[in-house]
């Protein structure tokens, strides 16, 4: 699965919003600038999560963006949602017709819905408040399953 920008961008830029932690307003001007993001395309982002509740606006000199709820209380998920991203690992286009890549469901099919399933149980169970908090600043060396199988088997 390739997640496009919009996905990534939202949460980053969230994240940049939730450490300011009292709840002053954060300008998109200083959040773009602090994460290298273009401005236009992190206001289509923000427009967004404002009207999914995640986020909301404050008018005037000093306004900008809070929080539209506590960061522990946001959902990975939810954001990404929120921004249209979707979190599919198949390439069907029509599930109703049971369409894959020809006219039928390729033999890897539900391997792919089962990992669908897994990262959004995932991401429906991290909250921005665990980005924040630094629960996934471990090194992904560290994280990776595959190499220290890898190391296991070898050790026979």
């Known amino acids: 699965m390739l997640l496009s920008t919009k996905g990534r961008y939202a949460v980053m830029a969230m994240a940049e919003i939730a450490r300011n ?3 002053k307003p ?3 001007g200083d959040v773009a600038a602090k994460l290298s993001l273009s401005l236009a395309y ?3 982002l923000f427009m967004k999560l404002r009207r999914g509740g995640l986020v909301q606006s404050v008018r005037g000199p000093g306004g900008g963006y809070v929080l539209g709820r506590d960061a522990c209380q946001i959902s990975i998920c939810e954001i990404m949602s929120a921004v249209d ?3 599919k ?3 069907c286009e029509n599930e109703r017709e049971n369409g894959c890549v ?3 469901r390729c033999s890897t099919h539900f391997l792919w819905d089962a990992l669908t399933a ?3 149980q995932f991401l429906a169970t991290a909250t921005l408040g665990d980005v924040v908090s630094g629960r996934y600043s471990v090194p992904q060396e560290e994280l990776s399953l ?3 199988a890898a190391g296991a088997g070898g050790a026979s």
């Open 146 to 148: 595959c190499k220290l």
């Open 118 to 120: 897994h990262i959004e």
């Open 21 to 23: 932690g009292d709840a």
């Open 102 to 104: 020809a006219e039928h």
């Open 89 to 91: 690992m198949t390439r």
């Open 26 to 28: 954060r300008s998109l």
């Open 85 to 87: 991203e979707p979190l």
């Open 42 to 44: 992190l206001e289509q």
